[in-house]
């Protein structure tokens, strides 16, 4: 499935770690990076110096990513919904960003591998005799490989 999300919100990464940024903080590790979603140099100045409103920025990276068709629309193709992948950039989570824009482009074209903006990555543990994903209960979870009850810990 595919995510979006902050660097700095690590409790919402999944999977390989993608840019879609100009950089990377600083020391932050990322297992790839979608150049060709990354907003222009010029539009991102535009925005920085806020001379250009939210509806302008929209026009202007959806033109950027018409200009690059060919590049995104194999990207979507490629999308496999059986693996985890997080599109990364710096704004925090209700800010105004590209990635909710890609996150946008990704429900119309790969609905199939849309898993969402900001969620919460959730551990569910694993049986300590098979390794089989528990099912959770209030005191106990349930491995449907042993077909036993586990307390919570």
């Known amino acids: 499935m595919l995510y979006t999300a ?5 409790e919402h990464h999944h999977g390989v770690l993608l840019s879609i940024s100009r ?3 600083k020391g ?7 150049d060709f979603l990354a907003p222009n140099a010029q ?3 535009d925005w920085k110096a ?3 409103d939210e509806e302008a920025y929209c026009q202007r990276y959806r033109l950027q990513l018409k200009e690059s068709w060919q590049q995104v629309s194999s990207w979507l193709k490629s999308l496999d919904a059986k693996t985890n992948q997080t599109l990364l950039c710096w704004e925090h989570q209700g800010a105004f960003c590209h990635r909710n824009l890609i996150a946008l482009l ?3 074209h790969r609905s ?7 969620i919460r990555r959730v551990e569910i543990p694993k049986c ?10 209030l005191d106990a979870n349930f491995c449907s490989g042993c077909r036993i009850w586990q307390k919570n810990k």
């Open 28 to 34: 932050f590790r990322v297992d790839g990076a979608l």
């Open 106 to 108: 990704v429900q119309k």
């Open 6 to 10: 902050s660097y700095f919100e690590p």
């Open 128 to 137: 300590t005799v098979c390794e089989t994903q528990l099912t959770i209960g």
């Open 23 to 25: 950089s990377v903080p």
């Open 43 to 45: 539009l991102l100045k």
């Open 50 to 52: 806020k001379s250009i």
């Open 112 to 118: 199939d591998v849309f898993g969402g903006c900001d």
